[in-house]
């Protein structure tokens, strides 16, 4: 059955909004530490891989959670909003365990994984909701979460920065204040009318979130995505050490917090943008015209970085910066348009977890060599966009085709409809333009 609006919920753009925003605050959880990555060198002794191992708890924690999330089922059992609200609490309460309980290294990966966990119910669970208020804009709506996602991972470099003489605890306790201020604002929107949740029943909810990867266009999504992400996290790890390595940027006022702040923050505007466009093209192109600028660019830095003036360098990682998270709403867009929609929540969840799991091999190997390679590291990140728009062709190869091949791909203001693992989308096209 197709889902029918109910004139008594808000307009969709409020209900994004609101969802955007409290991604942008429970979010500056993920790479708080990271912004005091100077300081925890220093007070206890760390280096480099120490910094990674950090972020990899994380990402691990993250891991840990969405696959508990889409295998047992809890995604699609239990209200979104209520997830996102309990998990918003509980990172603010691990990463303030961070900050004010841990000596060492071991004791602040411990609650950083468990951060990792808590996140797990604020990045995928905000998905759901955006979808949950506004299906038939998911690629729009998507790309509003993923810019505050991306603002959010930044805002902790943007506080470092304005708070220059602060103490890292201070640092990374503003984050936490922020996530209380995101669990309330989906406390108080709660859920969507579009995405009723799954009722109980017998069988092995792992088996059937697996076989909805049946689909081709799922499985094309996914394969893109799942490139975009060996890059994406291990260029946000690395943009304050490639700074730092480069004298002649950090001369500028900004600093390499300031400089840092704005590269990240940046990709923030490319999502917008890329959401708009979405709209007009679809999201297989978007998807494929980032991740191809993305590519461009870490050629560009791992061929050329030598011969380029400081002003091209920077030039070229705010370019870098816009495009290589302008593709993740698309991607996630693209599958969520080629799920059942009564799995939807587990499926983004179990991509998600996929996704990270790539992003600590690449974590820890970038982070291992930085000191050995340099910048000559950004060769390392370079498979990713590669194999990444290899495995995305059976979506963008027909998207570029012409116009009779892309009639049903997913991603485009398809409604809602029941069906089988495979080809949700061969009802009418529905335009709400």
């Keep these: 059955m197709i889902e029918q609006a109910n004139p008594s919920v808000p307009p969709q753009s409020l209900p994004v909004a609101t969802i955007a925003i409290a991604q942008l605050l429970g979010t500056s959880l993920w790479f708080s530490a990271n912004s005091a990555a100077p300081d925890l060198m220093r007070c206890w002794g760390i280096s480099l891989s120490g910094i990674g191992l950090l972020t990899n708890a994380v990402q691990l924690g993250f891991i840990l959670g969405t696959l508990t999330f889409a295998l047992s089922g809890l995604a699609d059992h239990f209200p979104a909003s209520r997830i996102f609200f309990v998990s918003a609490i509980l990172g603010a309460t691990f990463n ?18 468990l951060v990792g966990i808590s996140l797990a119910g604020i990045y995928p669970i905000g998905m759901k909701l955006v979808v949950s208020w506004a299906p038939n804009r998911t690629g729009p709506g998507l790309a ?41 604002l989906i406390f108080f929107l709660g859920d969507g009318p579009h995405l009723a949740r799954r009722a109980r029943v017998p069988g092995n909810a792992a088996g059937s979130v697996l076989a909805a990867f049946a689909s081709e266009n799922l499985r094309a999504a996914a394969l893109g995505y799942f490139g975009h992400m060996w890059e994406l996290y291990t260029f946000w790890t690395l943009v304050p050490l490639i700074l730092a390595a480069s004298p002649d940027l950090c001369a500028v006022k900004l600093g390499v ?14 999502c917008f943008v890329g959401g708009a466009i979405s709209r007009r093209v679809g999201s297989a192109r978007v998807a494929a015209a980032s991740l191809a ?37 698309q991607f996630s867009a693209l599958s969520a348009g080629a799920s059942p929609p009564n799995l939807v929540g587990s499926v983004l969840a179990i991509q998600n977890s996929v996704g990270f799991a790539i992003t600590i091999v690449s974590i820890a190997l970038a982070t291992s060599l930085f000191r050995r390679l340099g910048l000559d590291i950004a060769w390392v990140l370079l498979p990713g966009p590669i194999l990444g728009l290899i495995g995305f062709f059976p979506l963008w190869g027909n998207v570029y085709r012409g116009p009779s091949a892309t009639e049903n791909w997913p991603g485009a203001d398809y409604p809602r409809v029941s069906g089988p693992a495979r080809g949700w989308h061969k009802s009418t096209k529905i335009r709400s333009r």
């Design 96 to 113: 303030a365990g961070f900050a004010l309980v841990s000596h060492g290294l071991m004791s602040a990966a411990v609650f950083r994984l």
């Design 144 to 184: 509003y979460l993923v810019g505050m996602l991306t603002l959010g991972t930044a805002l902790p470099q943007g506080v470092r920065f304005v708070g220059a003489h602060w103490n890292w605890q201070a640092v990374i306790l503003t984050s936490s204040g922020l996530a209380l201020v995101a669990a309330l």
């Design 257 to 270: 917090a300031g400089l840092a702040f704005l590269i990240i923050a940046i990709g923030a505007i490319g």
């Design 293 to 329: 600028t993305s590519g461009f660019c870490c050629l560009i830095v791992a061929a050329g970085w030598r011969q380029l003036s400081p002003i091209a360098f920077l030039v070229v990682l705010l370019i870098w910066g816009a495009a290589v998270v302008a593709d993740s709403p």
